[in-house]
């Protein structure tokens, strides 16, 4: 996922949470609303009881690994926030991308 398909400033991970519509996983809560630059944008965040900062990382590196295979940045008409959620860490790599795949189809976003 390229830096500039990001969302980095608290504002906007804060204005996409009480604006936004809600889809909820045993995995993820996803966040999303029309987007408002030419490609979509994704903020993932990662709440500090999933782990140390190494742990935390490697959640955010495979969730970006599984927004890179999933997503259409063109092509998508919502910006995002995922937060990754507990039960994450107790599932597979594989069983986490299903769920997430799932829940996008959900939203309608893929």
Known sequence: ???KNRIKKSEEFQ??????????NPSFVIYYQ??????????ISVSKKL???????????????????LVDFQNTNYDMVMIIRF????????????NLEKLLIKAKIK
Do not use: F, W
């Open 1 to 3: 996922m390229k830096v």
């Open 15 to 24: 204005s996409m949470i009480k604006k936004g519509t809600k889809v909820v």
């Open 34 to 43: 029309p987007k408002e630059k030419d490609e979509a944008r994704i903020g």
């Open 51 to 69: 782990g140390n900062a190494v742990h935390r990382n490697l959640y955010k590196r495979q969730v970006r690994m599984m927004c890179h295979e």
């Open 87 to 98: 039960n994450y860490s107790s599932l597979s790599y594989e069983e986490n991308k299903n």
